[in-house]
């Protein structure tokens, strides 16, 4: 293996548990999977985000996905009449998470939480709700605190999402991240 097992496990987990039979994965869900993992699961996958046309997006992580189908650890499929990537786990998948095993094992309940949580999502929603994320970690507190202008700024990055999208994933963020009672 190089010295990207434990990111490359962490695809192929995302990929396994969220791919294939178990639901429609494609490049921009998983991009948002994975940084959701990174900001509320508190899984230091050292992917760098920046944000991008459809919320957060890191180049990094699109490197990795290319290396993985051309390491077979995942099926990456166009469907040129859906306009649609299509990945799910290839003959190697379940070797690369047995490489980064010992790094799983350390961020599992993250990595479960977050997936239990947003899980089985439209990358439309995934995109909103890891967008509300980003700004979480790059937005002056007192803003994110602030859901009017939390929204107003939501708004303005994803004019796309109507006021009650967007409101709705607000308090489904403030709730995750909120300690449960």
Do not use: C
């Not at 991009?31 to 919320?55: A, M, N, P, R």
């Amino acid at each position: 293996m190089t010295e990207k097992t434990d990111q490359y496990a962490l695809l192929a987990t995302v990929i396994t548990r969220q791919g294939g039979e178990a639901g429609r994965l494609g490049k921009k869900a998983l991009q948002k999977y994975v940084h959701l993992i990174q900001e509320f699961g508190g899984v230091d996958s050292e992917y760098q985000f920046s944000f991008y046309t459809y919320g957060p997006y890191s180049s990094a992580l699109a490197g990795d996905l290319d290396i993985l189908n051309a390491l077979d650890g995942a099926d990456i499929v166009y469907d040129a009449a859906d306009n649609h990537y299509q990945i799910s786990p290839s003959d190697n998948t379940n070797a690369l998470i047995r490489g980064g095993q010992a790094f799983l094992d350390q961020y599992r309940a993250g990595i479960d939480k977050v997936l239990s949580a947003f899980g089985g999502r439209k990358a439309k929603d995934l995109e909103l709700i890891s967008t509300i994320a980003y700004l979480w970690r790059h937005a002056p507190k007192e803003e994110f605190a602030d859901d009017r202008k939390l929204m107003v700024h939501v708004r303005a990055l994803k004019p796309k999402f109507s006021e009650g999208e967007i409101s709705r994933a607000i308090q489904e963020v403030r709730s995750f991240l909120s300690p449960k009672q």
